[in-house]
């Protein structure tokens, strides 16, 4: 017993990572638990993720993280949509918090590991350590994990990876966890009512100024009500009362318009990339062929990656793609391998 393994387990109260505490149990580790309580209203998960670790035997903490997430991840979340950028706010987590701060908590505990209820993989690609698509393509999460170091690969374990989701409920039912049949959340954690536009006006204390609606020629076609309220390709509930449908192409921030166009408009063949983080492998110093993936949902394509800065990446697909989003992750793909990714510029 002495020589067990002790794993750090991220509980975050739902079925996934509380399945998670069984399956490193069952694999002969010494699992412990803690939640990071982000938010003020954060407690039912923390009681859930509590309530799991008593029913396993484990010893469970809270981290009281609201500070560092308040400024990493819900500041940063308000000021990317001001500079007209669409945000991933669950990534921007993932490597401050989840895997930074909770990664130093695992080291004051002695822990040898950390674990997450990620549907990814974690393996060896060559010499370097990658993550890998969960082999339940439906719950893949490894888009969202593109960013983590070396290091925090080197000590990650991801039990639910190579799971399907059925089995998952399954193993929570047979372990008799409370949690067992608990929905899942949908929603940006930090707005469960999917309101994200009245979230950034309460927290900026004011609403979001009205501007001009323009082609690229710069024609006006109207106003809009806020440039926070619009996305890259969206054409409903512009409010501009023509029959032409027009996209949203761009949104100026500096100048606080909106570029709208036809659908074709929206298909690009080139994309830049900033805050590049390579996994799989080196930073590339010739141009490198990979499957690249632009938004969680979307279907990675085969793409050319040239490094054009020191940091800074020109995606060229063979194909046009539809909507890239400053903002959001482009990810780097050999099969279901991550070389790397950025974020959209």
């Not at 009281?64 to 308040?70: L, Y």
């Not at 400024?71 to 895997?99: H, Q």
């Not at 969680?296 to 940091?311: F, N, S, V």
Request: aromatic letters at 8%; one cysteine or more; glycine letters at 10%.
């Amino acid at each position: 017993m002495g020589n067990k393994k002790k794993v750090l387990l991220a509980m975050s109260g739902g079925v996934d990572s509380s399945a998670a505490a069984v399956c490193l149990q069952n694999a002969g580790y010494e699992c412990v638990g803690a939640t990071m309580l982000m938010q003020d209203s954060g407690e039912s998960g923390a009681e859930d993720a509590r309530a799991v670790a008593n029913t396993l035997g484990m010893d469970f903490s809270v981290l009281d993280v609201r500070e560092q997430f308040k400024k990493e991840v819900m500041d940063e979340f308000v000021a990317s949509y001001l500079r007209g950028e669409t945000p991933n706010p669950c990534i921007v987590c993932n490597k401050k918090l989840k895997f930074g701060l909770f990664a130093d908590y695992a080291k004051d505990i002695g822990a040898d590991y950390i674990a997450t209820g990620h549907y990814a993989r974690v393996e060896k690609y060559g010499e370097r350590y990658a993550i890998k698509k969960g082999l339940d393509e439906r719950k893949d999460q490894s888009y969202v994990l593109y960013n983590l170091t070396q290091e925090t690969l080197s000590r990650l374990i991801l039990p639910l990876g190579s799971m399907e989701k059925s089995e998952v409920r399954e193993l929570a039912l047979d372990a008799a966890l409370k949690n067992a049949e608990k929905k899942e959340s949908q929603d940006i954690c930090f707005v469960p009512d999917g309101d994200y536009v009245g979230f950034i006006e309460r927290t900026l204390g004011k609403e979001t100024p009205e501007g001009d609606f323009v082609l690229r020629d710069g024609k006006v076609m109207g106003r809009h009500k806020g440039i926070i309220r619009y996305t890259i390709g969206q054409h409903k509930k512009l409010g501009l009362g023509i029959h032409t449908p027009l996209y949203v192409l761009e949104k100026d921030a500096e100048n606080n318009r909106i570029i709208l166009g036809s659908n074709e408009d929206l298909f690009v063949k080139t994309i830049e990339a900033k805050d590049l983080n390579w996994m799989a492998i080196e930073k590339p110093d010739a141009p490198i062929r990979a499957l690249a993936k632009i938004r969680y949902k979307h279907k990675e394509q085969p793409a050319t990656i040239e490094l054009i800065g020191e940091d800074r990446v020109r995606v060229t697909f063979d194909e046009p793609q539809r909507a890239a989003t400053p903002g959001q992750a482009v990810v780097f793909y050999d099969g279901d391998t991550v070389l790397g990714g950025g974020t959209v510029i």
